[in-house]
């Protein structure tokens, strides 16, 4: 894999681009990585407008990418813009290596080429994938996959990707000498699960529930349950249960499984408790059992998620 081809298209991501020249574009022969050479090709060989700023000339037209041993499809800032007929026949015919950036995704799609296929996207983007992709299995919380065509998770994921496919060409010696080049690990840990911004579990406004939830969620280092919320709101535990889910669209031991892990979430983010302290004061009791917890929810350990999110104190 030593000739690699950028497809440019209007409104391309300048930073996937910038990816892609890093990896591919610099030369890096003392670190015993590359040579390479690099294709910006774009419809008609135009200088296009990238996104968020800049214009970048080409340097080949679509007939560039027929000889190359990879093209990498960048994101655009709209991933359903049309995608011009040349560039849908010159991604068809081509017989080598196609990967996608984060939104590049959608590209491969409307040129029919995740029929079949394993794909990922920006976690934001993963249910329009679907629906732009309808025949595609898109897999959620990877940060890139590899199913004859190659996508990525959302921006940084393109990174991974890149790495992964040196990785693929060059061996695991090529590919981490490119890492330390890059200041990053030559691959990183659990999926991008963990990067998305989850949404707050739904309060209910009726106000013996809403009491109760506050109640609860004051008591999450204890052994709170659901029969002492039912017993806090006045009601049996079946009839919690069913008041509860009609109000929150939760069970309520749903409901206060996913508050102690957010709980643990901002423990290992703000604070420097061990981890068994941590487990303990998010009510989840042992270590192993936050380890579980957090491993189902977010794909990763609570070393490992602390590694990344830790908040460094001002």
Do not use: K
């Not at 579990?201 to 609860?216: C, I, K, N, Q």
């Not at 996913?258 to 004061?281: F, G, I, K, M, S």
């Amino acid at each position: 894999m030593r000739t690699v081809g950028v497809l440019l298209l209007a409104g391309s991501r300048m930073f996937d681009i910038s990816v892609v020249s890093e990896v591919w574009g610099v030369d890096r022969v003392d670190a015993g990585v590359g040579p390479f050479t690099l294709r910006l090709c774009a419809p008609g060989r135009v200088a296009t407008a990238v996104e968020p700023v800049g214009v970048i000339p080409a340097t080949h037209g679509l007939s560039g990418l027929r000889d190359c041993d990879l093209v990498v499809v960048p994101g655009r800032v709209d991933p359903l813009a049309p995608v011009p007929s040349a560039a849908v026949r010159a991604l068809r015919s081509f017989s080598g290596t196609v990967a996608a950036l984060c939104s590049g995704a959608f590209t491969l799609a409307a040129a029919g080429m995740l029929d079949g296929r394993a794909a990922t996207t920006h976690w934001r983007l993963l249910d329009a994938l679907e629906a732009a992709a309808p025949r595609a299995r898109v897999v959620r919380d990877v940060l890139f996959t590899d199913d004859e065509v190659l996508t990525s998770a959302g921006v940084v994921g393109g990174l991974d990707l890149c790495l992964h496919l040196v990785r693929r060409a060059h061996g695991a010696d090529v590919a981490a000498a490119l890492a330390r080049r890059l200041v990053m690990p030559p691959s990183r840990e659990g999926g991008q699960r963990q990067y998305v911004d989850p949404p707050l579990p739904h309060r209910p406004e009726r106000a013996g529930l809403a009491s109760t939830v506050d109640w609860a969620v004051d008591r999450l280092s204890s052994d709170v349950g659901v029969a002492g919320m039912a017993a806090h709101a006045g009601m049996s535990e079946r009839t919690f249960h069913r008041a509860f889910l009609a109000a929150t669209g939760n069970t309520p031991g749903r409901w206060l499984q996913v508050q102690r892990v957010r709980l643990a979430q901002r423990l290992l983010e703000t604070t420097d408790l061990p981890v068994h302290r941590v487990a303990e004061r998010a009510g989840l009791g042992t270590p192993a059992n936050l380890r579980r917890r957090l491993r189902a929810e977010l794909g990763v350990t609570p070393d490992a998620y602390r590694r990344t999110f830790r908040v460094p104190a001002s």
